[in-house]
């Protein structure tokens, strides 16, 4: 099949694909790297406040994103796709999208169940609206921890799955997720003076 005529994901859907994964990978990057701020000093407080708030709104990009998918159909997948295949395809998205919203959820309950709160970008004070609760807080803190990790995976899967398509399979899979380039303009006329195009 030729690229131009692949079945695709709508423009929306594919650019937020793309931009929330960069986001993701940045987000999770950063979450890592608090791990190297000592616990107890202003600098932690001031990162943990940014990551907290970046996260925020990632979670609402992911949302709109669920939204999107939700009331756009995916294009159909390679009638030579084996049903297991396709099983697996669609388990794994679901997967893909509860991580994708457990990870910011848990992390802003986490926030809301311990004193310190959410300082959005280290400028509006949230008051927290749940108690002060060490072991809830242990609780929803373990749980965006888990899925981080469990996040981390699938998408380690998902681009071996990509991979596998594209090098083993060569179907063009890749295709349905990848913007589509403006159409070449039509050349078989344009050498011909104007009137007589
Ligand atoms: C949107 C995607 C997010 C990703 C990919 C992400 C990822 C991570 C990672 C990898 C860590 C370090 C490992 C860990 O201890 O769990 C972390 C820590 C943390 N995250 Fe997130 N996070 C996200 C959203 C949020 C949100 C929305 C909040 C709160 C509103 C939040 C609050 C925290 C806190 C407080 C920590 C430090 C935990 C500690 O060291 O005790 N995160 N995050
Ligand atoms: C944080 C990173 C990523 C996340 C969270 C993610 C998530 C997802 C999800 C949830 C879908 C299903 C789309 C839907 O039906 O709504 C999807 C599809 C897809 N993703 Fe990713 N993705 C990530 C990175 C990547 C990367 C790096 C590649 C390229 C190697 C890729 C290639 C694709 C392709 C080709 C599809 C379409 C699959 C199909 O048509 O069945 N993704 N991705």
Wanted: charged fraction near 15%; charge should be positive.
């Amino acid at each position: 099949m030729d690229a131009s005529s692949y079945p695709r994901y709508t423009g929306t859907a594919i650019a937020l694909h793309w931009l929330i994964a960069l986001l993701l990978l940045g987000q999770f990057a950063f979450g890592l790297m608090l791990e190297d701020i000592p616990r107890g000093t202003p600098a932690r407080g001031y990162y943990v406040n940014l990551h907290k708030s970046s996260g925020i709104l990632i979670g609402l990009l992911i949302l709109l994103r669920l939204g999107w998918r939700l009331t756009h159909r995916p294009p159909p997948l390679p009638a030579s796709m084996p049903a297991w295949q396709r099983h697996a395809a669609r388990f794994s998205h679901i997967a893909l999208y509860v991580c994708m919203i457990a990870l910011p959820l848990s992390g802003y309950i986490a926030s809301n169940v311990s004193r310190h709160g959410i300082k959005f970008f280290n400028v509006v004070r949230w008051a927290p609206w749940g108690p002060d609760d060490k072991q809830l807080y242990a609780l929803f803190n373990g749980a965006h921890h888990l899925f981080a990790l469990l996040l981390a995976l699938l998408v380690a899967v998902h681009v071996l799955a990509v991979a596998k398509h594209m090098l083993i399979d060569r179907d063009g899979l890749l295709l349905r997720m990848w913007p589509r380039r403006a159409a070449a303009p039509d050349r078989t006329h344009s050498n011909l003076p104007v009137e007589n195009r």
